[in-house]
């Protein structure tokens, strides 16, 4: 199985900021890696896939990069809405695997 | 506008089973790849099993293999998850998930499955 670890596990940030998150795989996946937005209680909100096209309604702020097994989720300048935690999940093969997820918290 | 709507949670003793459903609407159910995904209390995602168009293909996670099937209705453009066995681990929220290309666009707003005695 790939695993995918992102890290930081946890980000302390203001509004305003620019913010990167990075996820790794175990093995090359090409580009077919997707991120997520979670907030408490919903359900996962699809922001990215094929490592960098925007889901259509997504803002622009946020971008993604990166292919074989290295990735990268960027915030531009973080939001009050953007505070989540943030998750990657290959799509290469199966299992499916998600990492471990990221929370962006308030500083 | 596409809906995802799941049911068939609840509380389940440790070797029970449930039948999770999932009730797609606004969109061609039968040209799309279907998904469960769960998520602990307090923790990440973990995929658990998809089904391709038309139901020919199956996957799932090999922490389920044996004990769930996915399985698909295009004529009901539903979605179920059929569970046996079930442990105390298996204790998640459960969402139906439509697939885009592998990844997940649209999401049900879950069910809870509690395994405990």
């Known amino acids: 199985d790939i695993q995918m670890t992102q890290s930081p596990s946890t980000l302390s940030a203001s509004v305003g900021d620019r913010v990167t998150i990075t996820c790794r795989g175990s093995q090359n996946i090409g580009g077919w890696l997707a991120w997520y937005q979670q907030k408490p209680g919903k359900a996962p909100k699809l922001l990215i896939y094929r490592a960098s096209t925007l889901e259509s309604g997504v803002p622009s702020r946020f971008s993604g990069s990166g292919s074989g097994a290295e990735f990268t989720l960027t915030i531009s300048s973080l939001q009050p809405g953007d505070f989540a935690t943030y998750f990657c999940?290959?799509?290469?093969?199966?299992?499916?695997?998600f990492g471990q997820g990221t929370k962006v918290e308030i500083k | 506008e596409v809906q995802l709507v799941e049911s068939g949670g609840g509380l389940v003793q440790p070797g029970g089973s449930l039948r999770l459903s999932c009730a797609a609407s606004?969109?061609?159910?039968?040209?799309?790849?279907m998904s469960w995904v769960r998520q602990a209390p307090g923790k990440g995602l973990e995929w658990v099993a998809t089904?391709?168009?038309?139901?020919?293909?199956?996957y799932c996670v090999d922490s389920v293999k044996g004990r769930f099937t996915i399985s698909r209705d295009n004529v009901k453009n539903s979605l179920y998850l059929q569970m046996n066995s079930l442990r105390g681990e298996d204790t998640a929220v459960y969402y139906c998930?439509?697939?885009?290309?592998?990844?997940?666009?649209?999401w049900g707003q879950g069910t809870l499955v509690t395994v405990s005695s």
């Open positions: 089904i391709k168009q038309d139901g020919s293909e199956k």
């Open positions: 999940q290959q799509y290469n093969n199966y299992p499916r695997t």
């Open positions: 998930a439509r697939d885009r290309e592998g990844a997940s666009l649209y």
């Open positions: 606004g969109f061609t159910f039968s040209s799309y790849g």
